[in-house]
């Protein structure tokens, strides 16, 4: 079982480019989400989905979007990136909704590199 | 606006010691407070949680204390070894946010050997 896996594992952009970072889960977890890492501002929310279909924004939501087809996958897509998003990415998952204090678990990370 | 402050940006401790790292919240409704722990290239874990209705949880060498009153909580790692060497984060949530998680910004931790 691995779990959550991300895709790239890292990535160089040129501004301006559109970029979709992968996510996928095998624990049939309900909820997903996305956060950015920056040093010395921790991780902050981008956008969540609760279940297949919804999705709903975090604290950092502007410059990017997210989809739910499915229970397993999460992209996150950076329409026109600038180099302000460059960045660790993390997706998480946990079991139940965003109104559970169910624990999030996180995959390995996209850093991303915006120039 | 960062609702969670965390102290301190790093912190170097020696084998055996004890290292606590604190963090301060704003948001009086905050009613579940985890702690997470990134080691190197990967993925934050979640390493221990509180409510608020305990003073102290402890799990193996990890102790989590609560000051409700001071609205400040606490991560102490007793006997601290070079395997507890990594970044730690303190969080908060509140069922009106739909629990999301506010972190605070990290502590990176070494233990010499």
């Known amino acids: 079982i691995a779990g959550i896996t991300q895709a790239p594992t890292s990535q160089i952009l040129a501004a301006g480019r559109r970029m979709t970072l992968r996510c996928t889960q095998d624990?049939?977890?309900?909820?997903m989400y996305w956060y950015r890492q920056d040093l010395g501002l921790g991780l902050r929310l981008i956008h969540y989905s609760n279940t297949a279909g919804t999705t709903g924004k975090g604290e950092v939501p502007d410059g990017y979007s997210v989809s739910r087809a499915n229970t397993d996958d999460f992209p996150l897509t950076l329409a026109s990136a600038v180099p302000s998003q460059t960045s660790v990415y993390f997706c998480?998952?946990?079991?139940?909704?965003?109104?559970?204090?169910?624990?999030?678990?996180f995959g390995p990370g996209t850093r991303l590199t915006v120039l | 606006q960062q609702q969670v402050k965390q102290s301190p940006q790093s912190l170097i401790v020696q084998k055996g010691g004890i290292s606590i790292i604190n963090c301060a919240y704003e948001n009086t409704a905050f009613d579940y407070f985890p702690w997470y722990q990134q080691f190197p290239g990967k993925g934050p874990a979640l390493l221990i949680a509180?409510?608020?209705?305990?003073s102290e949880k402890k799990e193996g060498r990890f102790t989590i204390s609560f000051n409700k009153s001071a609205k400040q909580f606490s991560l102490h790692i007793m006997d601290s070894q070079p395997g507890d060497s990594a970044t730690y984060f303190c969080?908060?949530?509140?069922?009106?946010?739909?629990?999301?998680?506010?972190f605070g910004s990290g502590t990176q931790l070494t233990v010499l050997p």
């Open positions: 998480a998952s946990s079991a139940r909704g965003t109104g559970s204090t169910d624990t999030q678990y």
């Open positions: 624990m049939r977890h309900n909820a």
């Open positions: 969080a908060a949530s509140w069922s009106g946010s739909a629990r999301q998680l506010t």
């Open positions: 509180i409510r608020p209705d305990v």
